[in-house]
Nanobody, 116 residues
Framework: QVQFVESGGGLVQPGGSLRLSCTAS?????????MAWYRQAPGEQRGMVAR???????DYIDSVKGRFIISRDGAKNTVYLQMDVLKPEDSAVYYC?????????WGQGTQVTVSS
């Protein structure tokens, strides 16, 4: 079964940067269309952070505007999330999925921890 595969998380100090990557476990599954990054902190619901459409149009939640950039590489079938000026409140497990989501395709996510 196809699943999204996230990577690139880790422990970083406030103000630091990370770049997350999203691919799919099935080599023929395209990451075209509307793709998004989501995050879920302990005790909170999973929510969208950023999205990117086929034409490259992007959108972000207010709390990450100016700090996060979502992008895609069609040749590598990969979607990225560049995260700069990270804050402790960005700590969460980050996931990628389509928008609207494909419920059966959620991956394990990648943990991002921002702490000094």
């Amino acid at each position: 079964q196809v699943q999204f595969v996230e990577s690139g998380g880790g422990l970083v100090q406030p103000g630091g940067s990370l770049r997350l990557s999203c691919t799919a476990s099935g080599s023929t599954f395209s990451l075209g269309g509307m793709m998004a990054w989501y995050r879920q902190a302990p005790g909170e619901q999973r929510g969208m952070v950023a999205r990117i459409g086929d034409g490259g149009n992007t959108d972000y939640i207010d709390s990450v505007k100016g700090r996060f950039i979502i992008s895609r590489d069609g040749a590598k079938n990969t979607v990225y999330l560049q995260m700069d000026v990270l804050k402790p409140e960005d700590s969460a497990v980050y996931y990628c999925n389509r928008l609207p989501v494909l419920p059966d395709y959620w991956g394990q996510g990648t943990q991002v921890t921002v702490s000094s």
